[in-house]
């Protein structure tokens, strides 16, 4: 199976800051790669999705980037309700599909 | 507008079974791969189980729950159902069904029900 890492765990940034979170596969997973935000208490929410293409209507301060082994999930300008957790997850392979374990941002 | 709203969640006992039920409404049901996702209390989501778009599969299902769960779909009612056996704690979790975004089975889940609890405790 493959394994996805996430890293950070968690993070503390101020509004207005760019934040970027690392994804690793435990192997080539090409550009097969998608990333949710979760806030408490919902479901997750697609974002970005084949690695770096925006979701319909998902605010153009989220991106992605990457492919075979290494991702990168970026929030340009950090806005107070985008405070909640992210993950990626993997669909090459499969199954399983599998998910990340998660960044937390909050505000600092 | 799309909607996906599962039920049957509760508390069981170990050793026990529940049947999950999403209905679905504003989109074509029968042309989409549809899934079951759980979470565990503080933890990441965890995909269970996916059925192709005919009603009968191809089904698969992940190894912690292989051979106790079962997944079908009636595409008549727009319904997509987890049958659950033997139950264990670790069962504990939200459940959400969630939808494929594109009709050629890509695994991306671009809607998901609100998720329904399943408590696996004596």
């Known amino acids: 199976d493959i394994q996805m890492t996430q890293f950070p765990s968690s993070l503390s940034a101020v509004v207005g800051d760019r934040v970027t979170i690392t994804c690793q596969a435990s192997?080539?997973?090409?550009?097969?790669l998608n990333w949710y935000q979760q806030k408490p208490g919902k479901a997750p929410k697609l974002l970005i999705y084949d690695a770096s293409k925006l979701e319909t209507g998902v605010p153009s301060r989220f991106s992605g980037s990457g492919s075979g082994t290494k991702f990168s999930f970026t929030i340009s300008n950090l806005q107070p309700e985008d405070i909640a957790t992210y993950y990626c997850q993997q669909y090459d392979n499969l199954p399983p599909i599998t998910f990340g374990p998660g960044t937390k941002v909050d505000l600092k | 507008e799309v909607q996906l709203v599962e039920s049957g969640g509760g508390l069981v006992q170990p050793g026990g079974s529940l049947r999950l039920s999403c209905a679905t409404s504003?989109?074509?049901?029968?042309?989409?791969?549809m899934s079951w996702v759980r979470q565990a209390p503080g933890k990441g989501p965890q995909w269970v189980s996916f059925?192709?778009?005919?009603?009968?599969?191809?089904?698969f299902y992940a190894d912690p729950v292989k051979g106790r769960f079962t997944i079908s779909r009636d595409n008549s009612k727009n319904t997509v159902y987890l049958q659950m056996k033997s139950l264990r704690a670790e069962d504990t979790a939200v459940y959400y069904c969630?939808?494929?975004?594109?009709?050629?089975?890509?695994?991306?889940?671009?809607?998901w029900g609100q998720g329904t609890l399943v408590t696996v405790s004596s």
């Open positions: 969630a939808k494929d975004r594109d009709d050629f089975g890509d695994y991306t889940y671009d809607h």
């Open positions: 192997q080539d997973i090409s550009n097969y």
């Open positions: 504003g989109f074509t049901f029968n042309n989409y791969v």
């Open positions: 059925i192709g778009r005919s009603g009968g599969g191809p089904t």
